[in-house]
Structures are given as C-alpha cells and as structure tokens.
C-alpha cells in the first residue's frame, strides 16, 4: 500500500526513528500526506474525475532526490506539543492547577471534553 511505501522511506531516511516512534505519529504524518496530495490533485484536475490521470505526474514525486520520509522528523514538530504538565478536566481543579503552574512558568495543557471550562 501507499502507506507502506511512506513508512519504508521513514524507515531508509532514518532507522532510529522508524524503530522507536509511536505508531499514532507514523499513522498521522501518512494520513496527512496523503490528505495534501489528494487535495493537490483535486485542484488540479477543477475536481473533475476525467481529469485525474492527467494531473498524476504533477503530484507524484520523482525518484531524485531525497526520500519523502526526510520531511517526517519535521512534521513531528510541527504537529506535536511539548508541555511540562498535562491537565485532564477544566473544573475547579483542573482550572486552578492550570493556574498555579503557570505562575511557576510551568508550561500546561488543559484538556476539557466539553465546551467550558471553570
């Protein structure tokens, strides 16, 4: 699958990252990829199906170069967040903690399912 042709190109880039990276983050760099290629060639082809084969060279990369798996330590970066805690729930408690950390300059994230928090 395509899939596996990304992940494989992961994996001759930089064999480190490929044996040690969580799966979910693997899964969501392909997912994003292929969303941005199929969005590319949609525009291309003024979203008409009988276009589509004319379009297929200009969004298929070619094989000089460097691998796409290069661009994948960069996507983690960009699509991933660092923070010092992580808060689940924005009550009173949660709120509060969120509060109190940050005037220890403690970087948080406040994760809240629904739609207010306290």
């Known amino acids: 699958s395509a899939g596996a042709i990304l992940a494989d190109s992961v994996e001759w880039w930089d064999i ?4 040690t990276v969580e799966p979910t983050l693997m899964y969501g760099w392909i997912r994003s ?4 290629k199929a969005h590319r060639m949609s525009d ?5 199906a009988h276009n589509m084969a004319g379009v297929l060279s200009d969004v ?3 094989r ?12 983690i ?10 808060i689940i729930g924005g009550g009173m408690a949660g709120t509060s903690t969120a509060f109190g950390l940050s005037q220890k300059n403690l970087n948080s994230i406040l994760v809240e399912r629904g739609s207010s928090v306290a």
Do not use: C, M, R
């Open 64 to 75: 000089d170069g460097d691998p796409v798996g290069k661009t994948f330590p960069d996507w």
């Open 16 to 19: 480190d990252l490929y044996q």
């Open 33 to 36: 990829l292929s969303k941005e």
């Open 44 to 48: 291309l082809a003024d979203l008409k």
């Open 77 to 86: 970066k960009e699509n991933t967040k660092k923070t010092d805690t992580l």
């Open 60 to 62: 298929t990369p070619g």
